[in-house]
């Protein structure tokens, strides 16, 4: 059973970078079929697309973030990160890694998802 | 950006009822459409993909319809498990985007 799990600081400082990083388990992350993406909710608010990578380090993100995204994998780790740079308060969220199927490109396995608190 | 409006916002439902919930799109997106579930402290769920296809161990209850910018998802009878928020997204254009939401409360 394919299994996602994000890991990272639950805090972290305004104007400072944000890190995460989902660890896959039970399938391989070098799928040539499946992006590997990041979503996140604000508390009480709906879900935001952050960006997607394939194994091959093919990435493409949301616009609306200003550049401020960097996703990368590790296939030998079978882990993929996320890097969100000059944080503020509404970058407070927990963030979901999942895989997106190409059924219909949808998200089909999803982390628990991470609180991330922007405060100093 | 295709913004996603969701309607209604939150609705009240007894037990057995049929609910629909609609989707607009503010462009069409073909028949890229996906229906998520997502219960209170958890991660969102797929329900269904590209507009009516039931994800692998989904309920028969939940069905899809539409095609273009107007989609509903349906419950066909409410099951005390199935109060959650539900978000529509489309993967028709990046970025991809969702739906407000729509709260499935009970009666």
């Known amino acids: 059973q394919l299994q996602l799990q994000e890991s990272g600081p639950g805090l972290v400082k305004p104007s400072e970078t944000l890190s995460l990083t989902c660890t896959v388990s039970g399938d391989s992350i070098r799928s040539n079929s499946h992006y590997w993406g990041w979503i996140r909710q604000p508390p009480g608010k709906g879900l935001e697309w952050i960006g997607s990578?394939?194994?091959?380090?093919?990435?493409y993100d949301n616009p609306s973030l200003k550049s401020r995204v960097t996703i990368s994998v590790d296939t030998s780790k079978n882990q993929f990160s996320l890097k969100l740079n000059s944080v503020t308060a509404a970058d407070t969220a927990v963030y979901y890694c999942a895989r997106r199927s190409p059924q219909g490109e949808a998200f089909d396995y999803w982390g628990q998802g991470t609180l991330v608190t922007v405060s100093s | 950006d295709i913004q996603m409006t969701q309607s209604p916002s939150s609705l009240s439902a007894s037990v057995g009822d049929r609910v629909t919930i609609t989707c607009r799109a503010s462009q069409t997106i073909s028949s890229y459409l996906n229906w998520y579930q997502q219960k209170a402290g958890k991660a969102p769920k797929l329900l269904i993909y590209t507009t009516s296809s039931l994800q692998s161990g989904v309920p028969s209850r939940f069905s899809g319809s539409g095609s273009g910018t107007d989609f509903t998802l349906t419950i066909g009878s409410l099951q005390p498990e199935d109060f959650a928020t539900y978000y529509c997204?489309?993967?028709?254009?990046?970025?991809?985007?969702f739906g407000q939401g729509t709260k499935v409360e009970i009666k």
């Open positions: 990578i394939h194994y091959s380090g093919s990435t």
């Open positions: 997204q489309q993967s028709f254009n990046i970025p991809w985007t």
